[in-house]
T-cell receptor
């Protein structure tokens, strides 16, 4: 399944399916991006990052794609598991010392 | 190696009271950031501090809010004369280096402030 936008949409997927979470960032000068996962009642956890000189980066079961032309970032989670249920935020680093976070996408994994 | 420690985890205050939120960064980290999160929203940058210095407070309201990171002890976010609109989760993050290009930004579990 796919979701678009920064207004906390909910993406529901079946366990074992692949998930794609999208993010549109605001500033063409942003040169560094991070995806965070936030479980209910907890702080954000770093998942994966990507710099603007790359268009793809892979981690364990996760892939981040960056399209600078349209200022779009996506997070792909392979073989989604119930433990992946959380809110996912993309964050863009414009200034030296702070990130701007989107509103997040809630991922709901159905067993 | 303990992570970023925040306390209290939950704080209830009446309008007009003061709230003090504390953050102990990870061992060896000298850079601290405070973010605020309203329900179903993303995190909003408030302030960036190094030991004894405020580096960037552009996201912090000019009145009633202050932050410090003393040479010894935790970083403190202080909210005076709280109003209901201050109710939120306040997250602290720490980093071993300034300039977040390394991605090494570690968040605490947050302090949830409720103003009655």
């Amino acid at each position: 399944g796919e979701s678009v936008g920064l207004h906390l949409p909910t993406l529901s997927v079946q366990e074992g399916d692949n998930s794609i979470i999208n993010c549109a960032y605001s500033n063409s000068a942003s040169d560094y991006f991070i995806w965070y996962k936030q479980e209910s009642g907890k702080g954000p956890q770093f998942i994966i990052d990507i710099r603007s000189n790359m268009d793809k980066r892979q981690g364990q079961r996760v892939t981040v794609l960056l399209n600078k032309t349209v200022k779009h970032l996506s997070l792909q989670i392979a073989a989604t598991q119930p433990g992946d249920s959380a809110v996912y935020f993309c964050a863009e680093n414009i200034d030296f010392n702070k990130f701007y976070f989107g509103s997040g996408t809630k991922l709901n994994v159905k067993p | 190696n303990a992570g970023v420690m925040q306390n209290p985890r939950h704080l209830v205050r009446r309008r007009g009271q003061e709230a003090r939120l504390r953050c102990s960064p990870m061992k060896g980290h000298s850079h601290v950031y405070w973010y605020r999160q309203l329900p179903e929203e993303g995190l909003k940058f408030m302030v960036y501090l190094q030991k004894e210095n405020i580096i960037d407070e552009s996201g912090m309201p000019k009145e009633r809010f202050s932050a410090e990171f003393p040479k010894e002890g935790p970083s403190i976010l202080r909210i005076q004369q709280v109003v209901r609109g201050d109710s939120a989760a306040y997250f602290c993050a720490s980093s071993p280096t300034g300039g977040l290009n390394t991605g090494e930004l570690f968040f605490g579990e947050g302090s949830r402030l409720t103003v009655l």
